[in-house]
């Protein structure tokens, strides 16, 4: 079964940056896409990035801009840059994968961004 393990979640200021990695584990034998969503206390799951089998990509209109993912296929490893954040980024962000026909989500990474 693919398994995804995320890192580099962290506590950072605003206006700095993080980059979240996401590797996957297991067989893959059919890659839909792969992306990340994230959580905020209170409020509901929000799908913040996407990257497709075409390569296409997809941003929520919140980090148009600031935030940009991408794919490594050697490694099996999407990763989201995060530049000039913001405290209402505080959130889990969750990865997530869409192949072998099921969906599969990461246990979550933390962000803090402090004012």
């Known amino acids: 079964q693919v398994q995804l393990a995320e890192s580099g979640g962290g506590l950072v200021q605003a206006g700095g940056s993080l980059r979240l990695s996401c590797a996957a584990s297991?067989?893959?034998?059919?890659?839909?896409?792969m992306g990340w969503y994230r959580q905020a206390p209170g409020l509901q799951r929000e799908l913040v990035a996407s990257?497709?089998?075409?390569?296409?990509?997809y941003y929520s209109d919140s980090v148009t801009g600031r935030f940009t993912v991408s794919i490594d296929s050697a490694k099996n490893t999407v990763y989201l840059q995060m530049n000039s954040l913001k405290p209402e980024d505080t959130a889990v962000y969750y990865c997530?994968?869409?192949?072998?026909?099921?969906?599969?989500w990461g246990r979550g990474t933390q962000v803090t961004v402090s004012s």
């Open positions: 297991g067989v893959i034998f059919r890659f839909d896409a």
């Open positions: 990257i497709f089998s075409s390569e296409n990509t």
């Open positions: 997530y994968s869409d192949g072998n026909g099921s969906y599969y």
